[in-house]
């Protein structure tokens, strides 16, 4: 994600990176020679967010399994669990 704004704003690569121990959370941090400080707590989300950019929005093995399951009429969707998941949609007022 860095990554993309740096594309787009033409902003280079932070250099003079320093590790400095924070004492009042005893945390390892990296600051530049600016001051910028990145957080043990950021660093974990960006690792997070690339490992996540990995996974496809659309596993296409079960779409398909899926589909050959309804074109074959075995489709037999757990109505419990879907009335489950619509009470608590509605409940939470979540539209997926």
């Known amino acids: 994600m860095i990554e993309k704004i740096n594309e787009l704003t033409g902003v280079g690569s932070v250099s003079g990176v320093q590790k ?16 910028f400080v990145v957080s043990d707590f950021a660093r974990e989300m960006a690792n997070i967010s690339l490992e996540l950019n990995k996974i496809p929005e659309v596993r296409e093995d079960r779409v398909k399994d899926l589909k050959r399951q309804v074109e074959e009429g075995t489709y037999a969707p ?4 879907l009335a489950d998941r619509l009470i608590w949609a509605g409940i939470n007022r979540i539209e997926d």
């Open 20 to 35: 400095r121990r924070d004492s009042s959370f005893g945390a390892e941090k990296e600051t530049s020679a600016d001051g």
């Open 78 to 81: 757990n109505l419990e669990a």
